[in-house]
């Protein structure tokens, strides 16, 4: 940028004091349980010890890229606290499917799920969202023995709110 004239250079040399290398998280795998337990500890709003990854978890992560480096690793600890509740251990289930579906390499392989039908166009990301937002607050439902005012909490929203996503989703508990 000072080069193309877009940044003075005596500024640059006033911020470049020490200069600091970070490497991203795929290059240093090495460090993800580390980095793992630290944000599991970090995050953890109940009582006692925090849960632990199970071992299908903990081997999809090593098997993503992390293009979004530590704060997606920490964005995904924090979910997987939400979505695991009081259990003791998280199992692969609840990681998000982007990180499950990863390749060997890093890549993705593609979502059947949110794979364009044969022929026809993919769905709208209102569609996707709105999908995703009923499998979360399903499986909430589920693991909260439809306590949705726990569920509520969890999440970050009102116990009205999700009465009323609820009954959008038809997630009315069916005795």
């Not at 997606?72 to 924090?78: A, P, S």
Request: with cysteine; net charge positive.
């Amino acid at each position: 940028m000072v080069e193309r004239g877009e940044f003075r250079e005596d500024l640059y040399y006033r911020i470049n004091v020490i200069k600091v290398v970070v490497p991203p998280l795929r290059d240093r795998m090495d460090d993800l349980s580390l980095l793992v337990e630290h944000f599991l500890r970090k995050h953890h709003r109940g009582k006692g010890q925090p849960p632990r990854l199970a071992s299908d978890s903990f081997a999809a992560f090593q098997r993503y890229a992390w293009p979004g480096n530590i704060r997606e690793l920490e964005n995904e600890i924090e979910r997987l606290l939400v979505l695991g509740g009081d259990l003791p251990e998280l199992p692969g289930e609840l990681v998000s499917s982007r990180i499950r579906e990863a390749d060997g390499a890093g890549g993705l392989r593609p979502s059947p799920r949110l794979s364009p039908p044969a022929g026809g166009p993919a769905g709208s990301l209102r569609e996707a969202v709105e999908a995703l937002e009923r499998d979360l607050i399903h499986q909430g439902l589920i693991r909260t023995h439809w306590n949705k005012s726990q569920l509520a909490k969890e999440l970050g929203i009102s116990r009205s709110n999700l009465i009323q996503k609820c009954s959008y989703y038809g997630l009315d508990r069916k005795e």
